[in-house]
Nanobody
């Protein structure tokens, strides 16, 4: 059974940091491209950061220099380090795994940036 379980979300003040984790099981993690998406209220889901199975990385322009994606293949886990958080980063953050037409999603974790 495929599972993607996000954790690490919460309430943080502007300028603060959070580290999201996505623990996975049930598929060959090291072969999959991994990504973090987010969806704010009333907006479409958007990709935030992506890391291929080979290690190449892309970020949305809005988070470049502030967010860092990483993966630990020995732990079947992908991370998103978020620094210098802004109120506009408030959203539900989702973990995504993809390999050809095999695509899996986590349930999401809420991140709220507010004073």
């Amino acid at each position: 059974q495929v599972r993607l379980v996000e954790s690490g979300g919460g309430l943080v003040q502007p300028g603060g940091s959070l580290r999201l984790s996505c623990a996975t099981s049930g598929f060959s993690f090291s072969a999959y491209n991994m990504a973090w998406y987010r969806q704010a209220p009333g907006k479409q889901r958007e990709v935030v950061a992506a890391m291929s199975h080979a290690g190449s990385i892309d970020y949305a322009d809005s988070v470049k220099g502030r967010f860092t994606i990483s993966r630990a293949n020995d732990k079947n886990t992908v991370y998103l380090q978020m620094n210098s958080l802004k109120p506009e980063d408030t959203a539900v953050y989702y973990c995504n795994a993809g390999w050809f037409d095999h695509v899996y999603w986590g349930q999401g974790t809420q991140v709220t940036v507010s004073s």
